[in-house]
């Protein structure tokens, strides 16, 4: 248990609708990284924050958009949702944004119809 | 971005040393070499990381080239439990704190 929650595990939802994946860092670290895992694009790094600010953004779409609340958990929003966007959301929180160990939750499975 | 080249499978028999190179020829001086392993239906996990010296920690051992530009990370006995994808990543903290993942190799443990 790497001490990274995530909720929910499993959604379902249909193409051009909106979700919101939720990540609690580990007690204590201010950093958190979203990555995506797809079967075509393997594990992707998508936006870091640290502290409630962003850091550092990978490739993540126009459609995606995240956020650190000052409690330090951070949501990814997904809106107009296509088929290609089912994949598996990884979060991972590390205890400062320059950190050389960074620890993933179980990720949520998300998938689009 | 420097970039790592693994093999894409390997075989161990359980209780035996498993050695997983991994190539980095364009290595700069500042990148950390990084080892994190996903066992199946979990997310990564870290394991091991170094920079010029040789480490060792509960989990595994990282031996690296005098001229840096290979490593090998080595489990000293592999269990069943070790069957993973094993990822090498180099991380260059002053161009940000991502980890960008390669295909990794896939290690099958054989009792």
């Known amino acids: 248990d790497s001490g990274v929650t995530q909720t929910p595990k499993h959604l379902i939802t249909a193409t051009g609708q909106r979700v919101t994946l939720r990540c609690s860092p580990r007690s204590g670290d201010l950093s958190v990284y979203w990555y995506q895992q797809s079967l075509d694009q393997g594990l992707q790094f998508l936006i870091q924050?640290?502290?409630?600010?962003?850091?550092a953004k990978g490739n993540i779409l126009e459609r995606f958009s995240a956020q650190q609340f000052p409690d330090l958990h951070s949501e990814l929003n997904l809106s107009s949702l296509e088929l290609g966007d089912s994949a598996l959301y990884f979060c991972?929180?590390?205890?400062?944004?320059?950190?050389?160990?960074?620890?993933f939750g179980p990720g949520t499975r998300l998938t689009v119809t | 971005d420097a970039k790592t080249t693994q093999p894409n499978s390997m075989e161990s028999n359980e209780e035996e040393p498993v050695h997983l190179p991994c190539n980095h020829s364009?290595?700069?001086?500042?990148?950390?070499i990084h080892w994190y392993r996903q066992l199946p239906s979990q997310g990564p996990e870290y394991v091991i990381h170094g920079l010029t010296s040789n480490v060792n920690n509960r989990m595994a051992s990282l031996a690296i080239a005098e001229d840096r530009k290979s490593s090998t990370l080595i489990l000293h006995r592999a269990t069943l439990r070790d069957a993973a994808v094993y990822y090498c990543?180099?991380?260059?903290?002053?161009?940000?704190?991502?980890?960008?993942f390669g295909g990794g190799t896939r290690l099958m443990v054989k009792p």
């Open positions: 364009t290595i700069s001086g500042t990148d950390y």
């Open positions: 924050y640290y502290n409630g600010e962003e850091r």
């Open positions: 991972a929180s590390s205890p400062w944004g320059g950190s050389n160990e960074q620890y």
């Open positions: 990543i180099l991380l260059n903290n002053n161009a940000g704190n991502m980890l960008t």
